[in-house]
């Protein structure tokens, strides 16, 4: 279904992104990456306005539209104790400017029923200590997400998604890192980027503005001291 569309994937080079990128190319779609990461894409940092519109202009100059826009990149984490001002702007530049900046500039060029996905992450509603920098990001771009949903709204449908634990090395988790899940394990890659292809796709024609949260439904998991075998201590 998504053979000949023009799908753009930040942070595309690898774990989540780079999944989502070979998911796409599977069903016969055009894909252009940028990561900051060496390798066979456009090779960028999304923190930088001018990387950003290089970007932006080659891949309008290459096809003349867009299809689909997955909003991935990873911005950086660190906590109040250790980040920087610098580090703190660079997360938010990473993980909420940047997909703006896109957005605004793909806007003229996104085909009628076009989709955006946000890749946002359960840390948009719950956190651990020193995670200031990633949480303030995330949980902007989930914000962003009904935004952008209103001002482009009966063109382009805009989602976000909030993944949980995603294992993106290849690891086996048992015990405790796999049942603290509901769902009993840890999640892959595949789980976010079937998600994503779905939300794409005409038969999510009328899923918008929604975040959806992947994480094997930990973050409903209640618990008590002494619940499970967890202790607060």
């Known amino acids: 279904m998504f053979k000949d569309k023009v799908v753009v994937v930040t942070g595309g080079a690898k774990g989540i992104g780079k999944c989502i990128a070979s ?134 449908r805009v989602n976000s998604i909030s993944p949980g634990w995603i294992d993106t090395m290849g690891e086996e988790y048992t015990g405790p890192d796999a049942y603290q899940q509901p769902s009993g394990r840890v999640g892959y890659p595949k789980d976010i980027a079937d998600m994503v292809l779905y939300l794409c796709s005409d038969k999510a024609g009328f899923i918008n503005g929604e975040n959806i949260c992947i994480d094997g439904g930990m973050t409903k998991q209640m618990i008590y001291h002494n619940d499970c075998g967890w202790k607060l201590e």
Request: some cysteine; aromatic content about 10%.
């Open 23 to 156: 998911e796409f190319k599977a069903q016969g779609a055009l894909v252009e990456v940028i990561d900051i990461l060496p390798g066979g894409h456009f090779v960028g940092d999304l923190s930088s306005k001018s990387d950003i519109e290089k970007f932006a202009s080659m891949v309008i100059a290459k096809y003349g539209r867009i299809d689909v826009l997955v909003n991935n990149a990873l911005p950086l984490m660190k906590g109040i104790d250790e980040c920087s001002y610098e580090e703190f702007q660079y997360a938010l530049s990473v993980g909420v400017t940047a997909p703006f900046y896109l957005t605004k500039l793909f806007k003229p060029y996104f085909t009628q029923d076009a989709s955006i996905v946000n890749i946002s992450s359960s840390r948009d509603r719950m956190s651990q200590a020193q995670t200031e920098s990633y949480s303030a990001a995330k949980g902007g771009i989930s914000s962003l997400t009904h935004a952008l949903m209103m001002s482009l709204s009966g063109r382009v």
